[in-house]
């Protein structure tokens, strides 16, 4: 995995150029520790920081043809096969590399090639004939790749640090974009956090020729592909078998050795499994494990790594490992987070790299693919009780929507719940209801903002952003098919995928791979009957049935547990925040910035004073986190990191004139 | 016996310091889940509170919107069950 960064449609500034993309690129070197180069000629600049995975020795980039030059960070997993295919039709390779595939495939076949690509990327192309430079990225958002303009040109980079070091520049955040994003874990649409940064959208790729705005085409969004009618039950777990088996086969070509993480839960172990049957070798596998006994599941991970023999490494997180590893999570993610769980993935894939490997399979998207979230359970419960809305039975099942939360469960709890979720009865038939909830939920930062900066909840509007965002064929589908859109292009794509994992795997120079975001499996199992998926409130439903037997029984029927990381138990301690909340979150800092409001931060800290944070609910934890590290990004951003790249490892120096 | 509006400035001070908001920045006659100052644990807490501030258990058939609809009508529910 690598880091690009890419300036394109300069005129007077052509001669700093070259020095400027180096500057960029070593913003990124974290991304790509094996080597770097950069492509630069009169109009573009092109920069690589690379992580060798395949092709070690002649894969270096920005690689360059006598039409096309290319940076590209991913990996097309099916390169092999589209290498085969591109022979036949004559076309000669000079590497083994799938850089070299891509821009062969994209000389070869043009836009249509984007179909034909299995994997995840992001990636600048620049197409010397027709002097335009295409930029795309993969379908569901793995790869990150930003752009903003400035000056006059366009710069493009895998990680937004990489334009802290252009002269001048600085990231201002967009308050309602904040916002925005504070409500639903991601903004909608290309739009980030940050004024004129934009993120290039999964799916789709652009073409820039000058420094007018460039066409925007997408190629892919989910349910596009033409499936076959459903099989039946039994048919369609030998063909999720099968699909996962082919998912993962694909996800171990490498020419260096392919790890695994396993979390305890069902998706980790399945691809733990697919993964010791198919390298029929023993792998290294890796583990997060917690002192808090809330947060631990290293019973679950040791029966796994127990029943495929693989040599095992955890890291264990206790408070002060979050908080002391917090602020540089938040420097890799950029972004406001909302738990502190990307943070012990930050510290997992540094064990990886002390372990001297640098891919891992890992598990991420089965719950948004196969409906294994409780959101889904949410929207089904409604569709369900909104058709009898005055049943005494049918609300009977919030009881079992959080079996693991003490107040769904008991007496009054439950009466407590049922009220809650009546206010939502009515926003039936209401196709964006599991996003409602969050919305609703998250809706009070609106008061945690700087009173100036007018930033204002807008449900109304909010909902029509988000409604224009499906595609025209969502009408036939299912109450839980756009729920499942929804999910994966909020949560996933802005922030699992992300602030998760590609920029905490990618702090350390690791790359993940995710066989559930195979796009043959997502689409396959997408047209699927919902029952196949949520059958009553049993999630991921067929992947349970598929497995039993394969994997030990108690991991397939454990209830899911949310991987989550201890939040205000880390930062508040007995009445008191420590000492990163307390700096960063002190009146002074809150003015400095000022983002927030003075008087709603005091009050907020305020309220753990006098009580323990055991008993506090998800929205304490979510605001605590969500201030603390938007702060901190910001920080971050007006003092960037001094990075410097090793001339030693410097591979590639290209300069064309023409 | 506590005033109607010595109860309410005990669950207004209550609903302030617990979730962020100004007394004024809320309607006392809608949803306080609707107008998002509560999520599902803030049902929780504000229960809790009735509990041990007026010494009124709220049971499971007395949860629903007539009673914690709003704020005015926590305010008349817990007048109701303090005068019981």
Redesign the interface.
């Known amino acids: 995995m690598c880091g690009i960064t890419g300036i394109f449609g300069f005129k007077d500034e052509a001669k700093d150029s070259s020095s400027r993309i180096a500057r960029m690129t070593a913003a990124l070197a974290h991304r790509g520790p094996d080597a770097w180069g950069t492509y630069t000629s009169p109009h573009l600049a092109l920069g690589h920081a690379r992580l060798s995975i395949i092709d070690l020795s002649t894969g270096d980039q920005p690689m360059v043809s006598s039409d096309f030059a290319i940076s590209y960070n991913g990996e097309i997993y099916n390169h092999i096969e589209l290498r085969d295919d591109l022979e036949k039709l004559g076309v000669v390779f000079k590497t083994r590399s799938d850089t070299e595939v891509v821009m062969r495939a994209f000389q070869m076949w043009g836009k249509d090639a984007f179909p034909k690509f299995n994997g995840q990327f992001a990636f600048l192309l620049w197409d010397k004939r027709h002097q335009r430079l295409i930029v795309a990225r993969d379908r569901y958002g793995v790869r990150p790749l930003f752009v903003t303009q400035w000056r006059g040109a366009w710069y493009f980079a895998s990680e937004m640090k990489a334009f802290d070091t252009l002269p001048g520049f600085r990231r201002e955040y967009d308050a309602q974009r904040l916002f925005e994003h504070g409500l639903l874990w991601n903004t909608i649409g290309p739009d980030t956090v940050y004024k004129g940064i934009r993120i290039i959208p999964p799916g789709t790729f652009e073409i820039y020729q000058d420094a007018s705005e460039p066409s925007r085409h997408r190629y892919y969004s989910l349910g596009c592909l033409p499936q076959k009618a459903p099989v039946s039950f039994d048919e369609a777990q030998e063909e999720l078998r099968e699909m996962l088996r082919d998912a993962v086969r694909l996800r171990l070509r490498s020419d260096v050795p392919v790890g695994m993480y396993l979390s305890g839960g069902i998706d980790s172990s399945v691809l733990a499994l697919l993964t010791s049957r198919i390298m029929g070798e023993r792998f290294k596998s890796f583990s997060v494990t917690f002192q808090d006994p809330d947060f631990d599941e290293s019973v679950f991970q040791n029966e796994m790594v127990a029943s495929i023999g693989s040599e095992h490494h955890s890291v264990r997180i206790d408070y002060d490992a979050i908080c002391d590893n917090f602020s540089d999570s938040v420097y890799h993610a950029e972004r406001p987070l909302f738990r502190t769980a990307p943070v012990p993935l930050f510290l997992l894939s540094r064990l990886v790299r002390e372990n001297e490997m640098k891919v891992v399979i890992t598990g991420e998207a089965s719950d948004e693919v196969l409906f294994g979230y409780d959101s889904y359970k949410e929207v089904k419960l409604l569709e369900f009780w909104a058709r009898s809305p005055r049943s005494a039975l049918r609300p009977l099942l919030i009881k079992r929507l959080y079996p693991h939360l003490r ?1 769904y469960a008991d ?10 979720y ?2 939502f009865l009515s926003a039936f038939p209401n196709e964006l209801v599991g996003l409602v909830i969050r919305i ?2 998250n ?2 930062l ?3 903002f700087h009173k100036e900066l007018g930033v204002k ?1 807008n449900n109304d509007d909010l909902i029509e952003k988000i409604s224009g965002t499906y595609p025209s064929r969502h009408r036939d589908w299912t109450l839980l098919q756009k729920n499942q859109f929804l999910e994966m292009t909020t949560l996933l794509d802005g922030y699992l995928l992300s602030s998760q994992g590609d920029r905490m795997a990618l702090s350390h120079g690791v790359e993940g791979r995710f066989p559930y975001l195979d796009h043959r499996f997502v689409e396959r199992v997408f047209s699927w009957p919902d029952a196949y998926k949520l059958k009553g409130f049993s999630q991921k439903h067929i992947l349970r049935k598929a497995f039993r037997g394969l994997i030990p029984d108690s991991i397939i029927d454990r209830p899911k547990l949310p991987y989550q990381a201890p939040d205000l138990r880390a930062f508040i301690r007995n009445g008191k925040p420590v000492p990163l909340v307390e700096e960063f979150m002190s009146p002074e800092m809150i003015r400095d910035l000022g983002v927030f409001d003075e008087r ?1 931060v005091a ?2 800290l ?2 753990f004073a006098d009580r323990s944070p055991e008993r506090i ?3 304490d934890n979510m ?1 605590l986190v969500f201030i603390l590290s938007a702060q901190l990004a910001l920080s971050w951003s007006r003092h960037p990191r001094a990075t410097k790249l090793d001339e030693r490892k410097r591979t590639t120096d290209i300069t064309e004139h023409e | 016996m506590l005033s109607e509006k010595a109860v309410e400035d005990k669950l207004v001070a209550f609903i302030c ?5 100004e007394p004024g ?1 809320f309607k006392a006659d809608e ?1 306080l ?2 107008q ?2 509560i ?7 504000i ?1 809790g509170f009735m509990d041990r501030e007026f010494g009124v258990a ?8 007539e009673n ?1 609809g709003s704020l005015n009508k926590m305010v008349a529910f817990l007048i109701r069950r303090i005068s019981q």
């Open positions: 107040h007496e009054r709890g439950y009466g407590l719940m049922k009220l809650y009546e206010d609703r939920n809706s009070v609106a008061a945690a909840f709603f009050r907020f305020r309220k609910g998800y929205r605001i | 310091g617990n979730f962020m908001v920045e949803s889940v609707d998002g100052v999520d599902s644990i803030g049902l929780v807490e229960s709220v049971a499971e058939k007395e949860m629903n919107r914690f």
